[in-house]
C-alpha cells in the first residue's frame, strides 16, 4: 500500500488550502483513512479520520468546523480541506490508512488504528 500526501504550501492566517491524499496498492478501499498532523517540537497529533466505508468522520476538536475530510472512492483520494487557517496549524500533514474504521484514530497506544502511513506534506500558516 502507498500513500501519496499532496497539496501542501505556505498561506496566510485565515487562508484556505486542501491537502489530498492518493491511495494505492489496493484491490479495496481500506476502511478508515486519517490525517495527523505534527508540529517542530511536538508530538504527532490525530486530525481527521473518515470511514471510507460508510462516511463517518471524527475530528479533533481543534479543527471542529474549519476543517472537512471527505473521500472520493472512485479515486482512491481523500480529501482534508482546511479553512481558516491559524499559525497553530502549521506543521507537516500525514495520511495513513488501516482496515479498522476510525476507532483507534485518537489513540497513539495502538498506533491510532493505522497500519501504513504516507509521506507528509509540509503546511506553513503564516500571520
Known amino acids: 500500500v502507498q500513500l501519496q500526501a499532496s497539496g501542501g504550501g505556505s498561506v496566510q492566517v485565515g487562508d484556505s488550502l486542501r491537502i489530498s491524499c492518493a491511495e494505492s496498492?489496493?484491490?479495496?478501499?481500506?476502511?478508515?483513512m486519517g490525517w495527523f498532523r505534527q508540529a517542530p517540537g511536538k508530538e504527532r497529533e490525530p486530525v481527521s479520520c473518515?470511514?471510507?466505508?460508510?462516511?463517518?468522520?471524527k475530528y479533533a476538536e481543534s479543527v471542529k468546523g474549519r476543517f472537512t475530510i471527505s473521500s472520493d472512492n472512485t479515486k482512491n483520494t481523500v480529501y482534508l480541506q482546511m479553512n481558516t487557517l491559524k499559525p497553530e496549524d502549521t506543521a507537516v500533514y500525514y495520511c495513513?490508512?488501516?482496515?479498522?474504521?476510525?476507532?483507534?484514530?485518537?489513540?497513539?497506544?495502538?498506533?491510532?488504528?493505522?497500519?501504513?502511513w504516507g509521506k507528509g506534506t509540509l503546511v506553513t500558516v503564516s500571520s
Open positions: 495513513a490508512t488501516g482496515d479498522s474504521s476510525c476507532s483507534y484514530y485518537d489513540n497513539s497506544l495502538y498506533n491510532y488504528g493505522m497500519d501504513y
Open positions: 496498492g489496493r484491490t479495496f478501499s481500506s476502511y478508515g
Open positions: 473518515i470511514n471510507r466505508e460508510d462516511g463517518s468522520t
